[in-house]
């Protein structure tokens, strides 16, 4: 059944996300409820364009890249432009998982973890929301499917997932190849997967980590 497009649907909504077919899903989705949707893949453009297009609320990714990140641009948002409604949608139901650092995301933020919407409608009521200052947040609706990692693991995890070597890791953590080597297996253990020849260990933490499951405590 095709969504219908409701009266209250009428604001204007400004799309930050660097990965085109998400990008584009997205807007389609909120275009068909009725919302005026402009988008964008970097905040060099939404910067542009919340002077040109004035948007009621901004939906907005995590990793944006290279440069700055989503919680960057939410953080600058909430100083500059108080009165737009930010919505964070985001594959990882702990923000540590899809930037390295941050200094925390600002508390009126509705946070959305994108496996966790069931529809369009879903989506647009977590707009409607940023909007009118309420408090929401969509996540994973399984509590059992839920893995718990130290923010450590979490930093890992993260790192492993954008392909990092075991030495790769160690250089970034500032420690040597051996001590990575064990942070990985821990890491491994935690999520609950046995390196044996028949499963390649890392592509598997990979998809976890895009799971939208992994919780940093």
């Not at 807007?27 to 910067?47: D, F, K, N, P, T």
């Not at 609950?192 to 799971?211: D, E, H, K, M, Y």
Request: glycine share 8%; with cysteine; charged share 20%.
């Amino acid at each position: 059944m095709a969504s219908v497009a409701s009266a209250e649907n009428s604001g204007r909504v400004l799309i930050v996300e660097d990965e085109a077919f998400t990008r584009n899903l997205v807007a389609g989705a909120l275009s068909g409820l009725g919302w005026s949707v402009r988008s964008c893949g970097s905040i060099a453009e939404a910067m542009v364009l919340i002077e040109e297009a004035e948007p009621n609320a901004v939906v907005c990714d995590l990793d944006l890249g290279e440069g700055p990140t989503g919680v960057d641009l939410c953080q600058r948002l909430t100083r500059d432009y108080p009165w737009v409604g930010l919505v964070v949608l985001t594959a990882h139901t702990s923000p540590d998982l899809a930037v390295s650092s941050h200094q925390g995301l600002p508390a009126d933020v509705v946070y959305v973890v994108k496996s966790a919407v069931q529809s369009p409608e879903e989506l647009s009521e977590a707009v409607t929301a940023a909007i009118g200052g309420r408090e929401r947040v969509i996540v994973a609706s399984d509590p059992e499917s839920v893995i718990e990692l130290s923010r450590e693991q979490g930093e890992v995890l993260r790192l492993l997932a954008a392909a990092y070597s075991n030495a790769a890791i160690a250089e970034e953590r500032g420690t040597t190849l051996r001590a990575a080597e064990a942070m990985v297996q821990r890491l491994f253990t935690a999520l609950g997967i046995r390196n044996t020849p028949a499963i390649n260990a890392r592509v598997q933490a990979a998809s976890l980590w895009n799971s939208g499951r992994i919780v940093i405590r």
